[in-house]
C-alpha cells in the first residue's frame, strides 16, 4: 500500500495551496480517508475527513470553511484544498487511510496507512 501526498511547498498567507495523495495498492473507495497535520515541535492533528463514497466530509472546527476535503474514487486520490493560508498552517501534511468507521475518523488511531506527508510552509 502507498499513499503519496503531494502537493506542498512554500506559500505566501493568504494564497490558497491544493495537496493530493495519490493510493495504490488498495481498494480506495472501502476506505475512509483523512487528513492530519504535524507542525515542529507539535503533536500530529486532525484536520478532516471523507467517507468512502465522498457524501460525508468532517472538519476540526479550525480548518472549517477555510479547508476542503474532497476524493475522486476512480482516480484513487484525495485533495485537500486549502484557502486563506496562515502562517500557523506550516507542518507537514499527512493523508492516511482507514477501514474502520466513519464516526472515529477524526482519531489517528483508527487509520491503517499513512503517507509520508507533504511540507507546507506558509510565510508572512
Known amino acids: 500500500v502507498q499513499l503519496q501526498a503531494s502537493g506542498g511547498g512554500l506559500v505566501q498567507a493568504g494564497v490558497s495551496l491544493r495537496l493530493s495523495c495519490a493510493a495504490s495498492g488498495l481498494p480506495f473507495g472501502s476506505y475512509v480517508m483523512g487528513w492530519f497535520r504535524q507542525a515542529p515541535g507539535k503533536e500530529r492533528e486532525f484536520l478532516a475527513a471523507?467517507?468512502?463514497?465522498?457524501?460525508?466530509?468532517y472538519y476540526e472546527d479550525f480548518v472549517k470553511g477555510r479547508f476542503t476535503v474532497s476524493r475522486d474514487n476512480a482516480k484513487n486520490t484525495l485533495y485537500l484544498q486549502m484557502s486563506s493560508l496562515k502562517p500557523e498552517d506550516t507542518a507537514v501534511y499527512y493523508c492516511?487511510?482507514?477501514?474502520?468507521?466513519?464516526?472515529?475518523?477524526?482519531?489517528?488511531?483508527?487509520?491503517?496507512?499513512w503517507g509520508q506527508g507533504t511540507l507546507v510552509t506558509v510565510s508572512s
Open positions: 471523507i467517507a468512502r463514497s465522498g457524501d460525508n466530509t
Open positions: 492516511a487511510a482507514s477501514r474502520r468507521l466513519y464516526s472515529v475518523a477524526y482519531r489517528g488511531s483508527a487509520y491503517d496507512y
